[in-house]
């Protein structure tokens, strides 16, 4: 059992900038790409369009992640419990994910039994939380020499449904987090050893997976390190 750390909020004007720093990457990116698709042939123009959308919406995703963390945590926004198809949420989720996945050159990986109870857990909470962490993941397997596969997975224990990303290009422990966590409010980059960048889609699903309630925690499954939460089982209906 993964024991839960206590949870700390990082300032608000650090996730702030972190989270900007990301999105001004994104767009930097966007801006070089428009530059040069004109002059290129239809079919690479295609492309290069094609790869504007993704990082767009990729930034967007972002974006709306973070302003839902915002409206949690004034109170503007309370979550909404309800038996959750967990094969349903990661479908969704790595359809998501998938055209980000591709502009990183990124196999992603849906890892799900179908055999899963329902979880209690609020649909778009949970689900932005997986998909700004998937980013992460997605852009840190991008800078490892070997590239290689980023598996969205859920498998069942006794403690409950464990929901994660996983992949075999970095690593992250428990007192990485804890670490992380406590920088929060200090530091522009705690995740420094965990990915470069701003990193921000770490803290935005750590708060977002908070409000749930629920804890981040580094996790290993088949062979492979992530970071994944752990949800109770529904135990009043079962899903069709």
Known sequence: MVTSAKHTDPDDSTLFVSVADGVSRALLQISRAAEVAPGLKPKARQAQLAAIHDISQASLQLLEGYALTLRLQSGHEQPELAPLSIKSLLSDTAQLL???????????????????????????????????????????????????????????????????????????????????????????????????????????????????????????????AGLAATLPVCQQLELV
């Open 98 to 224: 998938s055209p980000y996945a591709a502009q990183f050159n990124i196999q992603l990986e849906l890892d799900v039994s179908a055999r899963l109870e329902p979880i209690l857990s609020d649909r778009n909470i949970l689900q932005a939380a997986l998909v700004s962490l998937g980013q992460v993941f997605i852009a840190a397997h991008s800078e490892t020499e070997e590239r290689g596969v980023v598996r969205l997975a859920a498998h069942k224990t006794r403690y409950g449904i464990v929901v994660g990303l996983y992949g075999k290009g970095v690593e992250m422990s428990n007192s990485a987090l804890r670490r992380a966590r406590a920088l929060g409010g200090k530091a522009f980059q705690p995740y420094s050893g965990f990915v470069s960048g701003a990193a921000s889609g770490v803290f935005v699903a750590d708060g977002l997976l908070h409000a749930l309630p629920a804890q981040l925690h580094a996790a290993r499954y088949h062979n492979a």
